[in-house]
């Protein structure tokens, strides 16, 4: 599919168009309608939806093993990794600043 059948496919029905590219993101709540003009100027989108951007972010592809990730591991080089490596060391690291735990500017969590 190139790009004049993904416009023409917008042009032809936006809300199908919408509705048909959420379909790429994990919802909590899935959406009934792309775009909610009821307040026009104002404008919003898949506002009966909910979402957990974190996982769809990064969480979900976690799962995916073969996933790779760029990780700077310094400022004139840069190293990869497996993101499933990289995400306990990245939990700990959040659950110790929500705990109010404050870690040293620059610090990087330990890999495990």
Same mark, same amino acid.
């Given at each position: 599919?190139?790009?004049? &059948?993904?416009?023409?496919?917008?042009?032809?029905?936006?809300? *199908?168009?919408?509705? &048909?590219?959420?379909?790429?993101?994990?919802?909590?709540?899935?959406?009934?309608?792309? !775009?909610?003009?009821?307040?026009?100027?104002?404008?919003?989108?898949?506002?009966?939806?909910?979402?957990?951007?974190?996982?769809? *972010?990064?969480?979900?592809?976690?799962?995916?093993?073969?996933?790779?990730?760029?990780?700077?591991?310094?400022?004139?080089?840069?190293?990869?990794?497996?993101?499933?490596?990289?995400?306990?060391?990245?939990?700990?690291?959040?659950?110790?600043?929500? !705990?109010?735990?404050? !870690?040293?500017?620059?610090?990087?969590?330990?890999?495990?």
């Amino acid at each position: 599919m190139g790009y004049k &059948d993904v416009y023409g496919g917008w042009t032809a029905d936006p809300e *199908a168009f919408w509705m &048909d590219a959420a379909k790429a993101i994990d919802w909590v709540k899935a959406p009934s309608k792309a !775009l909610d003009d009821s307040r026009a100027p104002l404008y919003e989108w898949f506002t009966d939806a909910e979402v957990n951007t974190c996982w769809n *972010a990064v969480d979900r592809h976690v799962e995916r093993t073969d996933a790779g990730a760029m990780r700077p591991s310094s400022t004139t080089a840069r190293s990869r990794a497996n993101l499933k490596r990289l995400h306990m060391p990245s939990l700990r690291t959040a659950r110790r600043a929500s !705990l109010g735990c404050s !870690l040293p500017v620059g610090s990087q969590p330990a890999t495990a």
